[in-house]
């Protein structure tokens, strides 16, 4: 048998993983100013009708088991791969990360920013972008692969010539989206996959 190593990558995101799916659960709306940077994940429950295999997952606020999107927020200065845990706490980088998340929600015609919960940790800098990679492998979230551009910001110095995203066609309403070249796929073309997508999901794959 392999001798357990707990700085291994597996386990080290595991460490990571249960932090953050143990924690309690609240509505992005509800988030509260709060320093640090760390990983996140943000549940959907509406009726979006292409997310509806969703509701299989997520059975009420306090059985969230499928984020849809998983994300970071470094700190702002903070050294890479220095493990300050001191600069991983100053700052405001993951709640303004979030908060921006809460505004693009609001912005689409077709999504309410009260159907959507998130959970958050505060993490050393070094296991950040470690923390986050492990999410997306181990829950496969359909904003991270599926449907592109949730995390994206206006790029803003008339710098509008690249693609609108998959998240903007299907939830219109970002006015930078807006500006922006038309979307390499099609509003029917991004449901086709999202539906190929359902068909093979088996669910999350966290290590117990």
Known sequence: ?????????????????HSLINSEPIP???????????????????????????SRWNNGSNELHLPIYVGKAVPTGGRKGGGDSEVSSKGTALFRRLDEHRKSVEDTFNLSVSDFWCRYLVVDDIWIPLGESLLIQ????????????????????GRYKGARPSWDTLHPGRHWADNCAPSKRSESEIRVNIAKFWSTYKGPTIPA
């Open 1 to 17: 048998m392999k001798p357990y190593n707990p700085l291994e990558k597996e386990n080290l995101g595991r460490s990571v993983t």
């Open 28 to 54: 992005i709306s509800a988030i509260k100013r709060f320093d640090g940077a760390g990983v996140y994940a943000i549940y959907y429950m509406g009726n979006f009708d292409a997310y509806a295999p969703i």
């Open 138 to 157: 181990f829950y496969h979230p359909l904003w991270n692969s599926v449907v592109d551009g949730f995390g994206n910001h206006d790029p803003g110095g």
